[in-house]
């Protein structure tokens, strides 16, 4: 069998066990039904992947990748970053409700394979990256690493108690009202211009420049500093 040939069955077996994993969860995804569901025989399957486990795993990751794509897609897609913000928020939640099981494999599985710890990490990364535009405009409240853990929390927190509830009966306004409380809580939503004037603003665009500009600090004055400003970011008013 050739590669091309090896790659297509692949495929066509992680699409079948996603379908049977969205469809009716992971009970259903068994060696048997995902290889007939992919007009293949379980041999070729257990070779592919393993056990159950193995394709679980791989099924999650192939589900994962194609958020990423999609995530990545919507990374400065506009000159507005917090409307690429919302439009991220609200794709997380889409992708939460559309595959629902999967969702649970990675975000509600504190033992995760390597390869979907990995890929869930870098989807953290890409909303940090979206987070550090807001910064650069010296509209955060704290950190972009306090800031991209609490919008992080709060997604997922909101999808994994909404999963709980039957679909016909969410509130369909919930969620624009739970990312809009999330951006509250990280930025200053109003008179962005004064906010740039305050000693956070100021903190946090700084620090987001010292990743890119070429700095006259040694590698240890560099880290020293940007201790400080991480700690100026996220100092609490009292």
Same mark, same amino acid.
């Given at each position: 069998?050739?590669?091309? @040939?090896?790659?297509? $069955?692949?495929?066509?077996?992680?699409?079948?066990?996603?379908?049977?994993?969205?469809?009716?969860? $992971?009970?259903?995804?068994?060696?048997?039904? *995902?290889?007939?569901?992919?007009?293949?025989?379980?041999?070729?399957?257990? &070779?592919?992947? +393993?056990? /159950?486990?193995?394709?679980?795993?791989?099924?999650?990751?192939?589900?994962?990748?194609?958020?990423?794509? /999609? /995530?990545?897609?919507? =990374?400065?897609?506009?000159?507005?970053?917090?409307?690429?913000?919302?439009?991220?928020?609200?794709?997380?939640?889409?992708? +939460?409700?559309?595959?629902?099981?999967?969702?649970?494999?990675?975000?509600?599985? $504190?033992?995760? +394979?390597?390869?979907?710890?990995?890929?869930?990490? #870098? @989807? *953290?990364?890409?909303?940090?990256?979206?987070?550090?535009?807001?910064?650069?405009?010296?509209?955060?409240?704290?950190?972009?690493?306090?800031? @991209?853990?609490?919008?992080?929390?709060?997604?997922?927190?909101?999808?994994?108690?909404?999963?709980? *509830?039957?679909?016909?009966? &969410?509130?369909?306004?919930?969620?624009?009202?739970?990312?809009?409380?999330?951006?509250?809580?990280?930025? $200053?939503?109003?008179?962005?211009?004064?906010?740039?004037?305050?000693? #956070? +603003?100021?903190? @946090?665009?700084?620090?987001?420049?010292?990743?890119?500009?070429?700095?006259? =600090?040694?590698?240890?004055?560099?880290?020293?500093?940007?201790?400080?400003?991480?700690?100026?970011?996220? /100092?609490?008013?009292?």
């Amino acid at each position: 069998m050739s590669v091309d @040939t090896q790659t297509l $069955v692949s495929d066509r077996l992680l699409e079948a066990a996603a379908e049977l994993l969205r469809e009716g969860g $992971v009970e259903a995804v068994s060696t048997r039904a *995902v290889a007939a569901a992919a007009g293949t025989q379980p041999p070729i399957l257990y &070779r592919r992947f +393993g056990d /159950k486990d193995g394709l679980l795993e791989a099924v999650t990751l192939h589900v994962l990748e194609g958020y990423i794509a /999609k /995530k990545r897609r919507l =990374l400065r897609q506009s000159e507005d970053s917090v409307a690429d913000l919302r439009r991220l928020w609200d794709l997380f939640v889409s992708f +939460g409700f559309a595959q629902p099981e999967c969702f649970a494999l990675i975000y509600g599985n $504190v033992r995760r +394979g390597e390869a979907i710890s990995a890929a869930a990490e #870098t @989807t *953290v990364t890409m909303l940090a990256s979206a987070i550090g535009r807001i910064a650069d405009d010296g509209r955060l409240r704290m950190s972009v690493e306090r800031a @991209t853990a609490l919008f992080q929390s709060c997604g997922v927190g909101f999808v994994i108690t909404q999963l709980m *509830v039957p679909a016909a009966k &969410r509130d369909r306004e919930l969620s624009e009202i739970a990312r809009e409380n999330a951006l509250a809580s990280i930025m $200053v939503t109003s008179g962005a211009a004064k906010a740039r004037n305050t000693l #956070t +603003g100021r903190a @946090t665009a700084l620090r987001q420049a010292l990743g890119d500009d070429d700095v006259p =600090l040694t590698l240890a004055e560099r880290e020293l500093m940007i201790e400080w400003l991480d700690r100026i970011a996220d /100092k609490r008013r009292r």
